[in-house]
């Protein structure tokens, strides 16, 4: 009896990493055999361009600001804030990012409720959006063929959104914007990926979980060292990637028509997908009475 018992554990297992496997692989494949645009991450394009373009306008919206009116005196002033924002730039740089939609708690205490929203497509300067629509299109790129369009736009920015309330309640001083936050929301959903599927990978995902805990180690290690980031806003946006991650990544299951069936499509888990909206204003909310609004 005991044998039989080893043995029949041991079919479940197997079985069990079988269907992890496939799981895994099909997430990875399913969407990239898609013809046109349905196969090709056009929302983390659209998404750095608009971030991109944006940046742009207010850098020139900013060296005006400034003084430098000419194309050459604009470029001239761009170049100069493009790694460090120079202090005499500084002032009107603020200026311009609260014009156009930066995090002020001021400001939104005083009604101005979108600015939960427009930060996460605002940026400082060239070392900012550079860095951060590099590391938006090194992982979204794959992510958003593996969630498919619509499930990857509600996880980038509903966590978008809950690292500007986070930052919005722990950091009630500081001027915020940026897409990290967002950025660090992927990275929790694709570590929860990772981590439900870490029998499709050698030594139990081993590797990849240790890799991924480094490269979030060292992002938020960064934020100890260096001025002016936010912390509070990555961390926010990594707890809610990691919950809407265990939510709305694939998981590829057998049905009873014996069709593989991802059991956190939308269209499935929509009842989740209404409780997310509505925890998130729910949050911003609460956050906005304990601020004193």
Not at 1 to 8: D, G, K, L, N, V
Not at 139 to 144: P, Q, R
Not at 228 to 257: E, I, K, T
């Amino acid at each position: 009896m005991e044998q039989t018992r080893i043995a029949i554990e041991k079919e479940n297992q197997k079985r069990l990493r079988h269907q992890i496997q496939l799981s895994y692989q099909t997430a990875l494949t399913r969407n990239q055999v898609q013809r046109g645009l349905a196969g090709r991450p056009w929302v983390t394009w659209l998404l750095v361009g608009s971030c991109t373009l944006l940046w742009c306008f207010t850098a020139y919206k900013t060296a005006q600001a400034a003084g430098a009116h000419s194309l050459t005196a604009i470029l001239h002033d761009i170049a100069n804030n493009g790694i460090t924002v120079q202090n005499r730039d500084d002032d009107a740089l603020s200026e311009i990012l609260l014009q156009y939609g930066a995090k002020d708690n001021i400001l939104i205490l005083h009604g101005q409720y979108w600015r939960f929203i427009t930060p996460i497509f605002l940026h400082v300067n060239a070392l900012h959006v550079g860095l951060n629509m590099l590391n938006l299109l090194a992982l979204g790129i794959f992510l958003e063929q593996i969630m498919g369009h619509l499930r990857y736009f509600l996880v980038y920015t509903i966590t978008g959104i809950v690292s500007i309330i986070a930052s919005f309640y722990f950091m009630p001083q500081e001027l915020s914007v940026g897409a990290s936050g967002a950025i660090f929301g992927l990275v929790g959903a694709y570590s929860i990926f990772v981590l439900s599927h870490r029998k499709a990978f050698p030594r139990g995902g081993l590797g990849a979980i240790s890799w991924l805990v480094f490269i979030i180690g060292l992002n938020l290690s960064i934020g100890l060292f260096v001025p002016n980031v936010d912390n509070y806003a990555h961390l926010g946006g990594l707890v809610s990637g990691c919950l809407l991650g265990w939510w709305f990544m694939p998981m590829y299951r057998w049905s009873n028509q014996q069709m593989l069936i991802d059991m956190h499509r939308l269209s499935k888990r929509w009842p989740l997908v209404l409780l997310t909206l509505a925890g998130t204003l729910m949050l911003a909310m609460v956050a906005i009475h304990l601020s004193g609004g």
